[in-house]
């Protein structure tokens, strides 16, 4: 059998290739998994932007310089096990490679899942190590695989954010600013907000987006652009930065003269990145997720955090779901050409925010 791989060169996004390679004999307590299908969204274009950074591309080598996998969220079947506890036919959520199939070294085996054991990963965020049965994970609904491969990794960040800017009483905003405000993580963010309430959530977004962004219900304001300097400069506001943007950044910045915070996650604006600079105000502090879940773990038990996440979940997802306008229409991509094609569509941010992307290598 082969492995079908997409890679993406790490210093050009835009660049693509796939590799075919023969699938190499399993070792001792190794598990082969197929890739059925996974979630293409701004997240996976911050995976590579800050691939560097973050040390996204260590999660799956690629072996060839200058080239990288991208990882993703999705399903896969355990297709072959050499580990006594993990049977053919389980099926996992997880973070898995852009190819059709994966190869995974459990360790810490339990009822829930396990960890992914292999070298290369030992000094990863375990966070990202994980790998769920849906037979005993509490956020799985069969018939829900594509609103939790699209949305599930996403409103984690998103309610972690939350979690994170509210612990901190907001640094005494009055106001939190979200940039890419059609992006998944944003309106997640923004949903959690509003559920809290206590401040004001606005957002910002292309013109063409704006009115998406205003039918959702969870911003108190949705600006353009272009339209920043309608709010007025001695606003209290924390500005949490989904799009990566430095042109956008320091126009924050230098417009608002009591920014409280600014909080740097996503890079979704991937032609326009750059630095913190020399810039008024806070200075920009990227957010990672995994250190708040360290943190609240510690608070409140691995356990207490996987309540109250689940509780979160669940009533976002049937407001995402809520007829008669779901927030998200689902495309399904099925092959090599069309997740190639899917991949720099997303990348270059066209089409509509409306739609997610659920794609498979598999033929």
């Known amino acids: 059998m082969n492995t079908t791989t997409l890679l993406v060169r790490q210093r050009q996004l835009a660049d693509t290739t796939v590799r075919t390679t023969p699938d190499a004999a399993l070792q001792e307590g190794q598990i082969r998994v197929q890739v059925d299908r996974f979630a293409l969204t701004a997240n996976n274009i911050t995976y590579a932007a800050m691939g560097d950074m973050l040390q996204y591309w260590q999660f799956f080598p690629s072996g060839e310089a200058g080239w990288g996998i991208i990882p993703v969220w999705g399903f896969g079947t355990v297709q072959a096990s050499l580990h006594p506890d993990v049977a053919v036919g389980e099926?996992?959520?997880?973070?898995?490679?852009?190819?059709s199939h994966a190869v995974l070294s459990p360790q810490r085996v339990g009822s829930a899942g396990f960890s992914d054991g292999a070298a290369h990963r030992a000094g990863l965020h375990a966070v990202y190590n994980q790998y769920l049965r849906t037979s005993a994970d509490p956020f799985y609904q069969p018939f829900d695989e594509d609103i939790q491969a699209l949305l599930r990794p996403l409103?984690?960040?998103?309610?972690?954010?939350?979690?994170?800017?509210?612990?901190?009483h907001f640094f005494g905003a009055e106001a939190v600013l979200l940039s890419s405000a059609s992006s998944k993580t944003a309106y997640g963010t923004a949903f959690a907000m509003a559920q809290r309430g206590g401040v004001q959530v606005m957002g910002l977004t292309s013109a063409n987006n704006r009115a998406f962004c205003e039918s959702l219900g969870c911003y108190h304001r949705v600006l353009a652009y272009e339209d920043l300097q309608q709010l007025p400069a001695q606003l209290a506001c924390v500005y949490v930065d989904f799009a990566g943007s430095v042109t956008l950044r320091a126009r924050v910045h230098r417009y608002f003269s009591a920014l409280a915070y600014s909080c740097a996650v996503g890079a979704s604006h991937v032609h326009d990145l750059g630095g913190a600079g020399d810039l008024p105000g806070p200075r920009p502090t990227m957010f990672f997720a995994p250190a708040q879940v360290k943190k609240r773990n510690a608070d409140w038990g691995a356990a207490g955090l996987n309540d109250r996440l689940v509780q979160a979940w669940q009533?976002?997802?049937?407001?995402?779901?809520?007829?008669?306008?779901?927030?998200?229409?689902?495309?399904?991509?099925?092959?090599?050409?069309?997740?190639?094609?899917?991949?720099?569509?997303?990348?270059?941010?066209?089409?509509?925010?409306?739609?997610?992307?659920?794609?498979?290598?598999?033929?």
């Open 91 to 99: 099926r996992l959520y997880g973070y898995w490679p852009m190819a």
């Open 315 to 363: 009533h976002f997802s049937a407001a995402v779901q809520a007829p008669p306008q779901p927030w998200l229409a689902v495309q399904q991509h099925h092959g090599i050409a069309a997740t190639q094609a899917v991949y720099l569509q997303v990348l270059g941010g066209q089409g509509s925010p409306r739609v997610g992307h659920m794609a498979s290598l598999l033929d």
């Open 155 to 168: 409103f984690v960040t998103s309610w972690l954010i939350d979690d994170f800017l509210a612990e901190q």
